[in-house]
């Protein structure tokens, strides 16, 4: 079974600098995707940033990145240039391969960012 | 033009009622979830179905009963409803990416249930 930690409960920082949350995976599986999904007081789950295991290339979507580590089972996710409306639970999740609705998100604990102004 | 949708958003109830959450997708997608997010917010899976076929069945009780009338709705009906069972629960679809790997999920906006 995997699991996916999430080490980092609160964090806060001041608009306009980076912050870095943390998530490690335990799994024996060879390909598989990470998510980052964000969760505004409004509840709704949005789409952040996804990483498929056989690219290398961290990926990145405008102010969010990635830092992959395959080897060490880490997928960091750094927000730069915060913006107020960054405040937010982060979720990181795993899902493995497999084949038509075989496979399901497996989700860390959270961690609450708030962003100062 | 909502991608995941869900009804009701919220839902008052009292313990021992039935109650049915429904949920539908406009993205031709084939896949559909239910998933439960607790008090403490942690998410869980609770079923995946795919093009109306159930896939996941993820240790719910026997209370609950998705259904599937067809790939673009996936409803979830709670029977006796219990004090535990208050959460948020979001449904969520995806599509097949390279060959048939199913690939990011979209969520709803959520229901909250709050049973008393």
């Known amino acids: 079974a995997q699991t996916v930690t999430q080490s980092q409960p609160e964090m806060s920082v001041q608009e306009a600098e980076t912050v870095t949350l943390s998530c490690t995976y335990d799994?024996?599986?060879?390909?598989?995707?990470l998510f980052w999904y964000k969760q505004p007081p409004s509840r709704q789950m949005i789409l952040v940033i996804r990483?498929?295991?056989?690219?290398?290339q961290n990926a990145t979507e405008n102010r969010f990145s990635v830092n992959f580590q395959k080897a060490a089972k880490s997928f960091s996710l750094k927000i730069s240039d915060s913006q107020l409306g960054d405040t937010a639970m982060y979720f990181c999740?795993?899902?493995?391969?497999?084949?038509?609705?075989?496979?399901?998100?497996?989700f860390g604990t959270g961690t609450r960012l708030t962003i100062i102004p | 033009d909502t991608a995941v949708s869900q009804t009701p958003k919220y839902l008052v109830t009292q313990m021992g009622n039935d109650k049915s959450i429904k949920c539908e997708q406009n993205?031709?997608?084939?896949?559909m979830y239910w998933y439960k997010q607790d008090s403490k917010k942690f998410l869980k899976i609770m079923f995946s179905?795919?093009?109306?076929?159930?896939?996941i069945n993820e240790t719910v009780p026997n209370r609950f009963s998705p259904k599937s009338p067809d790939k673009a709705h996936l409803n979830l009906h709670i029977n006796s409803l219990e004090l535990g069972d208050s959460a948020v629960y979001f449904c969520?679809?995806?599509?097949?990416?390279?060959?048939?790997?199913?690939?990011?999920?979209?969520f709803g906006p959520g229901t909250r249930l709050l049973v008393l």
């Open positions: 969520a679809s995806s599509e097949p990416g390279l060959a048939g790997v199913e690939e990011t999920q979209y």
């Open positions: 799994t024996s599986e060879s390909n598989y995707y």
């Open positions: 990483q498929e295991a056989y690219k290398q």
């Open positions: 999740a795993f899902m493995k391969s497999a084949n038509f609705g075989n496979e399901k998100l497996t």
């Open positions: 993205l031709g997608h084939d896949t």
């Open positions: 179905y795919n093009n109306k076929e159930l896939i």
